[in-house]
């Protein structure tokens, strides 16, 4: 018992209830934000994070999925075709990424680290963009809100088996690259429908992921339980609170985290870019730095492209209640 309760278990309980009030609120950033920062950790190798951290959401991403389906918030016809596409990837990921690294642990390790980098800058331009189609839904005569939206199914199948890829591979993907797909495919959707929607096809998504990885590198109990009690009280907290927190602000945060996360692993994994022979820690401290000023002049630019001042009014909150006033609002006939 005492091996189990340490500094470390400590930490990885925090990162998890943080983390999963995050995926509550938003329905994304769970493996985006839990992989990392258990690699900064140094809890374990890569392939041994993503294991346990996959695990972990099969987990915590339920006790999100059923507050959301209580409230009637999930489009499940939807969530079944995602389904359909994601798990068959989800479980042949793993075996790829092995089959290519070869024998060696620390090959492996290295191309973890550079697809869970590349990964993560993804994910942080798909959080951009979303930022970016919430603003032209509001002012640019977006679609009336749709509940139950004509399914396209081979679209929504491509989806699936993309984010099933990644999420196999690096956990990263079930609540950002989907998520962002989503909002494109379906704009009628609501914030709400496209949250309750995401966290009820990734409970699948991810357990099929968690089970391919348990197959090939086992099972760290030592990462899997601290994770397990912080992030499922942290993720259904979320839940709850969701309608009632202004979330962009949130995105535009992880924009920055991501961006520097992802650079950080592909460093860290000797990215031949950034070279082999050492890290480069204030090259990320630049990068963080620079997008704190550039995120808020671009998007500032973008607000006085839609005929909004750069700054000031209507600020996100009240762009926000707009886009909810107009999701509310019954369809015409």
């Known amino acids: 018992m005492n091996d189990l309760i340490t500094t470390t278990f400590f930490s990885i309980l925090a990162a998890g209830f943080f983390v999963g009030v995050i995926v509550g609120l938003t329905g994304m950033g769970g493996g985006a934000l839990m992989t990392p920062a258990l690699i900064f950790l140094g809890v374990g190798d890569a392939a041994t994070v993503v294991t346990a951290d996959l695990t972990a959401a099969a987990i915590y991403k339920s006790g999100g999925a059923v507050v959301h389906a209580r409230e009637g918030s999930p489009n499940f016809t939807l969530a079944k075709w995602l389904i359909i596409g994601s798990v068959p990837m989800a479980l042949l990921g793993p075996w790829i990424i ?45 679609p009336d809100a749709d509940p139950n ?17 990644l999420v196999g591979v690096t956990s990263v993907g079930s609540g950002s690259v989907i998520m962002i797909a989503l909002l494109m495919l379906y704009p009628g959707l609501s914030a709400v429908k496209l949250v309750g929607t995401d966290l009820v096809q990734a409970v699948p998504l991810v357990l099929a992921a968690a089970i391919s990885n348990i197959a090939i590198n086992g099972l760290d109990w030592t990462i899997l339980i601290p994770l397990v009690i912080g992030s499922t009280p942290g993720t259904i907290l979320g839940s709850r609170i969701a309608p009632r927190v202004p979330q962009s602000v949130i995105r535009r945060g992880i924009v920055i985290v991501l961006t520097m996360s992802g650079v950080a692993l592909l460093d860290k994994a000797g990215w031949a870019p950034l070279g082999k022979e050492e890290t480069h820690p204030g090259l990320i401290a630049g990068i963080g730095i620079a997008m704190v000023v550039l995120v808020p002049l671009v998007w500032g630019l973008i607000r ?7 700054f000031g009014a209507p600020t996100v909150a009240e762009l926000e209640k707009i886009d909810d006033a107009r999701e509310r609002t019954p369809r015409s006939p």
Do not use: W
Not at 154 to 164: E, P, Q, R, S, Y
Not at 304 to 310: E, I, Q, R, S, V
């Open 98 to 142: 092995h089959r290519i690294a070869g024998q060696e642990p620390d090959s492996l390790d290295t191309l973890l680290k550079e697809c869970i980098g590349f990964a993560l800058l993804f994910a942080a331009a798909t959080y951009a963009l979303r930022l970016y189609i919430n603003l032209h839904r509001v002012r640019g005569g977006a």
């Open 149 to 165: 939206p004509h399914i396209r199914p081979i679209a929504t199948l491509l989806v699936g088996a993309l984010g099933g890829l």
């Open 304 to 310: 006085k492209a839609h005929g909004l001042p750069m």
